[in-house]
T-cell receptor
Framework: DAGVTQSPTHLIKTRGQQVTLRCSPK?????VSWYQQALGQGPHFIFQ???????QRGNFPDRFSGHQFPNYSSELNVNALLLGDSALYLC?????????????FGNGTRLTVT | GENVEQHPSTLSVQEGDSAVIKCTYS??????FPWYKQELGKRPQLIID?????GEKKDQRIAVTLNKTAKHFSLHITETQPEDSAVYFC?????????FGAGTTVTVRA
């Protein structure tokens, strides 16, 4: 049983560029959340997707957008990259939209903006 | 929004001793409190969680306690082993998102 898988594992972009990160949830999970983890900090909630819609959003600008596909996989898009966007981006999945079931994380995508 | 504070930021213990990490939260509506362990370069892994209708939960060498009145919860690791060395994060949630603490780097000395 595959867990949460993310691609790519590492990415280097230039300031002002756009990036797309991908996530496949754990088998049986239908809800995907994205978190940003800066070096030495805990993860910060970006948004959550359920039934192909963004349901909840954290304190992130509109440059951060996403999508969920019918097979529950998800993408995170970041436009007009800033140096401060350099971080580990974690995808997490669970069954259902509330915290009645535990959240499982992927290994993340390490984004470096130069 | 929810604010979670975690202490200490670093913790060094002798193998076999106990480790305790403490967290406080601000939102009295929070009702779910998981703990994650993150080894270097790896994903955060859920090690134990507790819900607000329970005061204490134990799983082998790991236990978590919750004091809703004081809005704080703690992780206890007994008989620490070298493989317990990692960064530990507490989190709090009242529905859809987790608010994480800043993490505690635990080092178990052999």
């Amino acid at each position: 049983d595959a867990g949460v898988t993310q691609s790519p594992t590492h990415l280097i972009k230039t300031r002002g560029q756009q990036v797309t990160l991908r996530c496949s949830p754990k088998s049986g999970h239908d809800t995907v959340s994205w978190y940003q983890q800066a070096l030495g900090q805990g993860p910060h909630f970006i948004f959550q997707y359920y039934e192909e819609e963004e349901r909840q959003r954290g304190n992130f600008p509109d440059r951060f957008s996403g999508h969920q596909f019918p097979n529950y996989s998800s993408e995170l898009n970041v436009n007009a990259l800033l140096l401060g966007d350099s971080a580990l981006y974690l995808c997490a999945s669970r069954w259902g939209s509330s915290y009645n079931s535990p959240l499982h994380f992927g290994n993340g995508t390490r984004l470096t903006v130069t | 929004g929810e604010n979670v504070e975690q202490h200490p930021s670093t913790l060094s213990v002798q193998e076999g001793d106990s480790a305790v990490i403490k967290c406080t939260y601000s939102d009295s509506a929070s009702n779910y409190f998981p703990w994650y362990k993150q080894e270097l370069g790896k994903r955060p892994q859920l090690i134990i969680d507790i819900r607000s209708n329970v005061g204490e939960k134990k799983d082998q060498r790991i236990a978590v306690t919750l004091n809703k009145t004081a809005k704080h919860f703690s992780l206890h690791i007994t008989e620490t082993q070298p493989e317990d060395s990692a960064v530990y994060f507490c989190a709090a949630s009242n529905d859809y998102k987790l608010s994480f603490g800043a993490g505690t780097t635990v080092t178990v000395r052999a």
